[in-house]
């Protein structure tokens, strides 16, 4: 098993929240990346993604950053949705095990990016190259080639691009589609300080309020007394003609009224819903808004370019390190690409809903808004965007199904799956080997984790781990969950072995597994099985 990275350090295009958290991943593996990006240096204009879910928080936690997210930002537990001044429901978010972060924290995209900078300067493997602009990309079996607009050119084994969406160029050197529609209205965003009691820690969202007829407004809390207002406004809107007759004012004091306000930042925004038809090219990873535009309606954008770069690091390093064949590679197409889909289809109904496509679809909006004040299934139909949540891999080509613990697809809004085979390993304090105190997630990513339960015979599960080369351990439950937490949120069952990714999803869960059972499960989470050679990408596929 090697543990010195035998190539040149990964390039990674885009030194956003996306591209920094793939550095620093990588280099929590061993693995140098060097980080190019057309700016000058970093720009610090308005809070941009503000929304930061709980497993992305976990996330930047196993790179030293989490914590501080959440403590510089707003937690929220409560999303309350109003139809014009009556509130229709609240939601309440479930928590399985005990997590190390609240469900939401609220914090500015240009302090996340400060935050994780930092970490970025304490890191020697991770070089940040500003000013450099990507103007062709070569790649070929053996490598990528990225040639600059000042003439340079650097070589490393895999590229990571996490250019943000304006990666048209990027996105046309690779030869990928990026199909989808974009919305004609907009939408004026607008950062406001004011003191306004009782709202800090709720996300409030109201369908036609007096104060904006027969269109939306979201509110979101912030630190520093700061609340993020999203208006719908019609498609012709104007941003400077508003500022200067003064109907800027009126519209902010129908919401703070008389109090003293400060703006600290505004825009105007048109959204997007597309998807790359490919997120993976040879040794190219495409992730982040350069893959995928979603509305900001639910918070997926930035949270789920998180969970790409999740993905593609440990995929990068296992494949690069040799412990895994480059078919692993592949399947980050298939799962982050599975969640794009998922992500453009839970936010199109919900753009749908809030801005009706036609006739029938208006109809059907007035109908279950005046049906909810008193009937809660229409409740239920009512839209305001299914808020962040991790995709879960039931149907990837490295999860192994069972039969006893079968995903039932998408939860209710504001719920979880069942712990199971590609569902996100719930989080629970427990008692490390070394004797110390941790999150159950922060050992799992430390390589493949292998959770035994009662009745299983530790020795023939350890044998049966060196068939898989990299980090693998197997804890026994009874030693690390000695209060039964996790356990209980596993709902685990005697003589079961959970399989856990290095990504803290969950691979597979055997029931009194032989040896044979719990190797072809580590083998196939690894991607080692017969490859397929697909002529059109010249990629590897996993046979399924």
Known sequence: MSTTWPHAPVAVLGAGPVGQTTALLLARWGVPA??????????????KAICQ???????????????????????WTTARTFHRDAELFATEFAEAGRPAFPPFVNISQTRTEEILDERIAAEPLVEVRWGNRVVHVDHDGSGVEVRLEDGGRLRAPYLVVCGGARSDQLRELLGVGFDGHSFDDRFLICDVRADLPGWATERRFYFDPEWNPGRQVLIHPCPDSTFRVDWQVPSDYDLDAEVASGALDARIRKIVG???YEIVWKS??????RVVDRMRIGRVLVAGDAAHLVSPFG??????????????????AWVGYGWSPDALLESYHDERHAAA??????????????????ESQARYRADVLAAAAHDADSRTRVD??????PFWYAESRLTTAAAHRTFAGRPPRGQLPPAGPGVLLPDAPVARPDGTTGQVRTLARDGFLLLTAHGVDLDAVRAATRALPGPVRVLALTDLDPHGTLADALDVRRGEVWVVRPD?????????????????????????????????????????
Not at 58 to 72: H, R, T
Not at 268 to 273: D, E, K
């Open 34 to 47: 060097i980080v190019l990006d057309q700016r000058p240096a970093r720009d610090r204009v308005g809070s």
């Open 53 to 75: 879910q709980r497993d992305v928080l976990d996330i930047w936690d196993a790179v030293g950053a989490g914590a501080q997210i959440a403590a510089e930002g707003v937690t």
């Open 258 to 260: 008389h109090r003293d």
């Open 268 to 273: 105007v925004y048109r959204f997007h819903s």
């Open 299 to 316: 918070a997926r954008g930035l949270n789920s370019g998180v969970a790409d770069a999740e993905n593609a690091a440990w995929k990068i």
């Open 341 to 358: 889909v998922e992500n453009i289809t839970v936010t199109t109904a919900t753009m749908d809903f809030l801005v009706p496509q036609d």
């Open 384 to 389: 305001s965007g299914r808020l962040a949540e």
């Open 504 to 544: 803290a999803h969950v691979a597979a869960t055997l029931i009194d597994p032989a040896i044979d059972d719990i190797v072809a499960a580590l083998q196939r989470a690894a991607a080692h099985t017969a490859p397929q050679e697909d002529d059109r990408h010249g990629v590897l596929h996993a046979s399924r």
